[in-house]
């Protein structure tokens, strides 16, 4: 284990600060077995993973399973909510194949980062109704990032050993950073 590696625990945790309940036993391999209640499929599985993978630092480890777990702690009770991250994967992947005639999932790292500056997510306002850069920036560039940066392995990346939250104690209140 890294320094830096993302747990089922860590992605829990981020649920629940979310206000997400986070005790459900769900999976990816159930969710595409009941494909119905999930409404992903495995392209935009694939979609959401490359474009964590994207997003999260490379300092990051075992980001699969946990976006995996976030997500389908997310999406399982709010099938409006899981519409919309459908959605935004679609409109993820159909710029992709529209100006790189290739999957999003098939680019390389920095050929991803660079069609997400093309397309304007990265100075896109996050909106669920809005234009299709704005539902991606909103449903999926927010939340991983929220997902990561509340978890307590995210938080200790930045520096916060608690992130808001999170329980803990004042010690790391005391200490500068980087230790």
Partial sequence: MTDYELTRRDAVIALGIGGVAAGSALTWDRLRRDDEQSGLS???????LALADTIYPDAVDNVDAFVERYVVGKITDRPAYGRGVATALDDLESYAQTWEEQSFAALDRAGRD??????????????????????????????????????????????????????????????????
């Fill in 42 to 48: 495995e392209r935009q599985r694939e979609t959401l």
């Fill in 114 to 179: 660079g069609l997400l500056r093309e397309f304007g997510v990265d100075t896109a306002d996050p909106d669920p109704d809005g234009r299709p850069e704005e539902r991606v920036r909103y449903y999926l560039i927010n939340e991983l990032q929220y997902a990561l940066y509340s978890s307590p392995t995210g938080g200790r990346l930045v520096g916060l050993e608690n992130p808001q939250g999170h329980p803990g104690g004042t010690e790391s209140y005391r200490q500068p950073p980087g230790r």
